[in-house]
């Protein structure tokens, strides 16, 4: 029960420049390799051609090879004639010239005039010595350098060394990366986990990643957390690797024992980087070989992976790093962040009436979706106290600035038929992609206001109407011209455990002392309906334990139910039984698109509106159980 | 003797559409794979998580677990006193909460405070519920899509996968592409060809790229210029592959069979595109598989990979072409093009005084060093008869734009040890690489003039003072400041045959008529050098034979030499003795750098400086034979 020692908080540049001084001083070793599986490789020194290409004098064209001096003065008015194996012979492009000839004429400009002797042939233009012949060394001359050292070899090169008579050749190894998984919680892909266990994922992302990077991985089994275990499948990996990740463990708790191993058995250059996510990481040297203990959360593993690992493999292997596009773009909203850290934020990027707009993901370091569906990378500096609603930010790229400008905007209220459509609209022709964030129906109403995005998914009721979206779009966007799309109806109700063990069947169940629920977040436009249906049954929210407990979307709410931390929440049908759980039906509700002028009316609102009155989608969606699509794609508005 | 069949000549545009209507029909396999190999592989349907991550409630801390209620009210100053394994459990970073409790409190605000019960505890902040843990499903949901369809496979997202209980997959198949090598010439990779033999290596250079490309390649046994041979080669073919493609023998000459047998097994789509280099191209279907006849001049064919079959494997695997840098830089020269093809052109691009230069490299299909020299391409449409000097190019550059600022341009006089220079920037630790043209000494001297490059290679020779170099520069360049400094001397001669079996002793047996001379493109250096020397003797030029036939480097005349088109040509040693040629001596010449103001005294220009005055390039290349490099490195002016 103590916590051994306290990170450093170096900055990231200096933690870099330490552990390359170390690194770099490791040599890749070379190893001979036939031509034809060189590509993708780096040369280890420079390529000489052993032989010419063309090595003889060869044909340009199909054609009749002759010596030149034979041709002079033939003109279409004065043809001279040939004799075939006398003086002319026929050569097929590459061919090689007989020893006599120093020229080709085209087959096009030979006539055969004697239909009784195809011996004789006329030509009607001159030729000039050399003409039409590819003479030797016109591609490769032997001796010439084909490649110099550290050349990353492409497919044409693979034809050019070929040519030049190069059959094998000394290439860089590849870095061999050795992956220690380590933690007694880990069990391997392949069975559904326990309570207390986890299913090991991180070095798989880790080996994918070195592999892309150029590296070569070996991978040991899971260690347990035991200093000796560790220490072994250290020494054994530093024999033959040039670098060893230590996945998890890296950070200073009772059962981090990848510093104390490190400092055993060599030395820790730095311990925890002034990054987020990613602090807790170890850089260490055992025998002249670089060890990094990654953190465990997956986000810190891959942070460290692309800000550590993935340069010092491209310098290894003697190549500049891949250009990533970088995209300035305002964030929609004002992000804080901590003054002691730079902090790496996943964000999704959208272009809205020419402006190109940011959103971050969600920013635990558990969170390996936010990677998943992130567009870009940007970082925070450390002394920056965030950025403000507004202000720029420079993106590091993950996709092509087309594929941006090619993604309609959705944010709003969630909705598992946006999912669908995501899917739809990836399967279809065009090149029009669908990114949703879920910030709720108020969300989306605000960002039509902020013209942050092109559409906003919302099933907002007015409670003295009793309509659906419609009093909103005129409430708080009346000054903007809004159409209003009709996606589904759906049904919402109470979510609760699987044979309704508690016995809710109403609202005022909620209230009593043995039902805890869980809530949606404010602006959801199911809260909106909570709200009203409380207080038009006087219930007071107060009493309600667990109504200050806020989730983001329906399949949370589905899910603190199931983990058993709430016994109710309200939430649609589709989420309930996504999760097996049972669903006391309270009304069915109007989710709709609100679509802002701009977007209406081009070809991306065209793709989405033939997808979303497909039969095709309408029946997905209705599979899922709890909506009705028969008016999908109607315009209310 | 017969051309069996006039090529068509379709616009790319038009010949694309009509391949690709017929091979879009073809719908790519699916297979189910281990999640951990699907990295860079593409989503056949979209992946919904079948566990939740977390799948329990996990501390997000090192810590305490406990219930929150039993917090309420600690402060500093108040601290509250819990009794572990009663109220209180240790928990690790992922651990999971017992179950009674609902939030974590972090060792930093833990204390023991009795020292001889370690199972007090105090707690000095109080918790609210849900404080420091990771719900169920704060990462994925189980039933959230955590990849649509056509989903290109991330390091990353094997972690989501993995979490989200996804142990297999649904992916696309790649597209299967046979390769079929055809030609009675063509000779495997391993043994020095014979005259007329030509070693296979196309079908290396394509496997290559498909494989780059997404694509898996099978390759068959070369097939010998046979139709029935080479129908039999497509029918087996067509039996397993999404792609067929024969290598050579796709124009329309009497050993050209591929159209035929299309023709013949299937249907013909297309027979010769409006592109050079790749004009003779085929396109056809054979059982409802695209089978594509490739040109067999290396450069040809690749052209054709790129534009036809490139776009049609990402078109498959349903993801956009990765983007290409797009540069405007300023042709260097004048290109004519042809009216009636769309031409390819490989450039080679540095910046000079702030504005990007390309210089087109040579431009026969059968030059395949021109795509390995190439920074990138340009088209020159159809219907434009080129570019003129000073013009705009776009070109797709295929190095980052930062290689191309981080390159020194040298054009000018060929030497050997230019190629070596380029070698030792490689295996130095700068940014900086060398991009040398040979233009001739003359052809550097205007490249000056016209600050197209920053370094000019020159060793010209001044009939009337007898100084090499200094003379041309205030001749020429009087009115710009440049710098030369000194490269190396160079022994200068004839260069004849093994056994000098002509017995060729000085430049007048030059002028005998059993002697075929090979020379040099007019202001070379070497060309000044003969001219020079030939009045100095009073030999009149036009009665050496050969003397208007012009190579364009030491090592081309050597090659004339050696391959017995020539009895002798003027070059250097090192060139003479690469080919194990003779050499007749007749003079140390000086080769020196003429460096542009702008470039001098420049970062780039210093780390020159180090390698050209450095011990061990001295030595590799004096190495080379006729070279002294004691003063290289020497400022002349």
């Known amino acids: 029960m103590e916590r051994k020692i306290y990170l450093n908080n170096l900055p990231l540049e200096r933690a870099r420049e330490i552990f390359w001084n170390a690194a770099q001083k490791r040599k890749m070793r070379v190893e001979e390799l036939d031509t034809r599986l060189a590509a993708g490789r780096v040369t280890a020194e420079p390529v000489f051609a052993r032989i010419s290409s063309p090595h003889y004098h060869a044909s340009a064209m199909d054609g009749v090879a002759v010596k030149a001096s034979d041709t002079f ?25 007989p020893p006599q000839c120093d020229a080709v ?26 003409q039409h012949v590819r003479s030797i060394g016109e591609d490769v001359v032997a001796g010439e350098m084909i490649l110099p050292s550290y050349h990353f070899i492409r497919p044409f090169d693979l034809g050019a060394l070929i040519s030049g008579g190069i059959f094998q050749l000394k290439l860089l190894k590849k870095p061999l990366v050795s992956l220690i ?4 919680e880990i069990i391997p892909p392949g069975r559904m986990p326990q309570a207390g266990e986890i299913i090991e994922s991180n070095t798989y992302t880790s080996a994918a990643a070195i592999e892309q990077w150029g590296g070569d991985v070996t991978r040991q089994a899971v260690v347990q957390d035991e200093i000796a275990l560790l220490e072994k499948a250290v020494r054994r990996a530093v024999r033959y690797s040039d670098l060893v990740l230590i996945s998890a463990g890296s950070s200073a708790g009772r059962r981090d ?6 400092d055993h058995l060599g030395e820790v250059l730095v311990h925890g980087v002034a990054i987020r996510p990613g602090k807790p990481v170890v850089l260490a040297v055992v025998d002249g070989v670089p060890i990094v203990g990654l953190p465990g959360y997956p986000v810190a593993a891959y942070t460290v992976l692309e800000l550590l690992i993935r340069p010092l493999l491209y310098a290894w292997q003697k190549q500049p790093l891949p250009m990533q596009e970088i995209l300035q773009a305002k964030s929609s909203r004002r992000i804080l962040s901590s003054l002691k850290e730079e902090e790496y934020l996943r964000l999704k990027v959208g272009k809205v009436n020419e402006n190109f707009i940011a959103t971050p993901l969600a920013r635990g370091a558990g969170v390996s979706m936010s990677l998943v569906r992130a567009d870009g990378l940007a970082a925070i500096p450390q002394d920056h106290e965030g950025v403000e609603a507004g202000e720029s ?3 590091n790229l993950w996709r092509t600035p087309a594929e941006i400008e090619n993604t309609i905007v959705c944010l709003g209220s969630h909705d598992l038929s946006l999912d669908i459509l995501y899917d739809f609209l990836k399967r279809g022709d065009s090149p029009y992609t669908l990114s949703s964030a879920h910030v709720g129906s108020m969300g989306g109403i605000m960002a039509l206001q902020r013209e942050e995005t092109h559409i906003a998914g919302l099933h907002l009721l007015d409670p003295e109407s009793g309509y659906y979206n419609t009093p909103y779009l005129e409430r708080y966007l009346a000054h903007k011209e809004i159409h209003l799309v009709h996606l589904a109806r759906r049904e919402l109700g109470m979510i609760v455990a699987p044979g309704n063990p508690r016995n809710i069947t109403s609202l005022a169940d909620l209230t009593r002392e043995d039902v805890i629920f869980v809530n949606r977040q404010k602006g959801a436009g199911t809260r909106v309906f909570l709200d009203y249906s409380l207080a038009a049954e006087k219930i007071e929210p107060k009493i309600i334990a667990g109504y200050n407990r806020e989730e983001f979307n329906h399949l949370a709410v589905a899910a603190a139910v199931k983990g058993g931390s709430a016994d109710a929440g309200l939430g649609i049908r589709a989420a309930a039984s996504t999760l097996g759980m049972d669903f006391i039906p309270l009304a069915w509700e109007e989710y709709d698109l609100a679509i802002a002028a701009p977007f209406y009316d081009t070809p991306p609102y065209h793709v989405l509106l033939e997808v979303i009155s497909s039969p095709a989608f309408r029946a997905a969606v209705e599979r899922m159980g709890g909506y009705d699509l028969k008016d999908s794609g109607e315009k209310k508005a």
């Open 73 to 97: 003065g033939a003109a279409p008015t004065a043809p001279r004639r040939l004799m075939l194996s006398e003086n002319a012979f026929p050569v097929d492009t590459g061919g090689a010239l």
């Open 393 to 395: 930010l420079s993106i």
């Open 181 to 184: 998984p380590t933690g007694s």
């Open 257 to 262: 024992h990848t510093f104390q191993v490190l």
């Open 105 to 130: 004429v085209m087959i096009e400009n030979v006539t055969f005039p004697d239909k009784d002797n195809p011996h004789i042939l006329e030509i009607r233009e001159a030729v000039a010595p050399w």
